[in-house]
């Protein structure tokens, strides 16, 4: 699996942003995920969902104000963040996995195989 992550650029707290994963390749990804890491810290879980659709997840510091979603025709995978905060700045991965995930395992980054390059989201306050 190749994943293309973009999106990210420069963003004002209080605006929205919306970031890409597209995948390609033979193998299947039965679930896929962002997480995000900032400057000096570890790589932190964002959201996951299942490419079958029936479920998605959040960290609590984004749930209510992140969707994430999945375009099935363009094998692509959208993060969408409104508002955006000063803290949520940090470089985006978005990940998959060929198998199903429950519980901490849908927020543990060893559980994907998978990994886009990154998309660097800046937010100025």
């Known amino acids: 699996v190749q994943l293309q992550a973009s999106g990210g650029g420069l963003v004002q707290a209080g605006d929205s942003v919306r970031l890409s994963c597209a995948a390609s390749?033979?193998?299947?990804?039965?679930?896929l995920g962002w997480f995000r890491q900032a400057p000096g810290k570890e790589r932190e879980f964002v959201a996951a969902?299942?490419?079958?659709?029936?479920?998605?997840s959040y960290a609590d510091y984004v749930l209510g104000r992140s969707t994430i979603l999945r375009d099935s025709a363009k094998n692509t995978v959208y993060l969408q963040i409104n508002p955006l905060k000063p803290e949520d700045a940090a470089v985006y991965y978005c990940?998959?996995?060929?198998?199903?995930?429950?519980?901490?395992?849908?927020?543990?980054?060893?559980?994907?195989?998978?990994w886009g390059q990154g998309t660097q989201v800046t937010v100025s306050s």
């Open positions: 969902l299942s490419w079958a659709g029936d479920s998605t």
């Open positions: 990940a998959s996995s060929t198998t199903s995930k429950r519980g901490n395992r849908l927020g543990s980054p060893n559980e994907y195989e998978y």
């Open positions: 390749g033979r193998t299947f990804s039965v679930t």
